[in-house]
Antibody, heavy 122, light 108 residues
């Protein structure tokens, strides 16, 4: 069974850092790009970042570019998100999601973790 | 533009057909994917590509697109279909994903 499990969320003060992890199982992790998507409480979904299967291709939303860093360790079937200079507006559930993997005109994610809550507050 | 626009709320009578739409320039180049999210749960992919349904998704869910608009159709809506629905696709540059603002579906 395919599974994505996020960890590392919590309460952090503005300006501080936090590192999220996502443990993947049930599929060939290094065959797929992976994404982070966030959702502020009561709000809609916001795509955060994407990393290609071999880490050669990385993209960020403008709202986190320069502050967040996505990475992966295929040997450990793990995805990470290093979040620096956190702001109150970064408060959200952060979901790890697997890319559909078909490429071309197809875009999206087919499996999601349950999310980890990051709260940025003094 | 990298934005996708959805109606905030839609309602449908039990057993009737409802269409949820998503509009944006990038949909002229890329297919939309559609997600269902119920309170307290992670989103679930219901439609991707031309009109593909992942395993386990009922065949009352279908997708279509024309020009800069994509649609999710539920034929014979059930009470359990009440949820928030989000579209997403690539942005105009093709490297990043973008989500619509979501549509809250009420089944009456």
């Amino acid at each position: 069974e395919m599974q994505l499990v996020e960890s590392g969320g919590g309460l952090v003060q503005p300006g501080r850092s936090l590192r999220l992890s996502c443990a993947a199982s049930g599929f060939t992790f290094d065959d797929y790009a992976m994404h982070w998507v966030r959702q502020a409480p009561g709000k809609g979904l916001e795509w955060v970042s994407r990393i290609s299967w071999n880490s050669a291709g990385i993209d960020y939303a403008d709202s986190v570019k320069g502050r967040f860093t996505i990475s992966r360790d295929n040997a450990k079937n793990s995805l990470y998100l290093q979040m620096n200079s956190l702001r109150p507006e970064d408060t959200a559930f952060y979901y790890c999601a697997k890319d559909i993997g078909e490429g071309g005109a197809v875009a999206g994610t087919d499996y999601w973790g349950h999310g980890t809550l990051v709260t940025v507050s003094s | 533009s990298s934005e996708l626009t959805q109606d905030p709320a839609v309602s449908v009578a039990l057993g009737q057909t409802v269409r949820i739409t998503c509009q944006g320039d990038s949909l002229r180049r890329f297919y939309a994917s559609w997600y269902q999210q119920k309170p307290g749960q992670a989103p679930v992919l219901v439609i991707y590509g031309k009109s593909n349904r992942p395993s386990g998704i009922p065949d009352r869910f279908s997708g279509s697109s024309s020009g800069n608009k994509a649609s999710l159709t539920i034929t014979g809506a059930q009470a359990e279909d009440a949820a928030d629905y989000y579209c997403n696709s690539r942005d105009s540059n093709g490297n990043r994903l973008v989500f619509g603002g979501g549509t809250k579906l009420t089944v009456l």
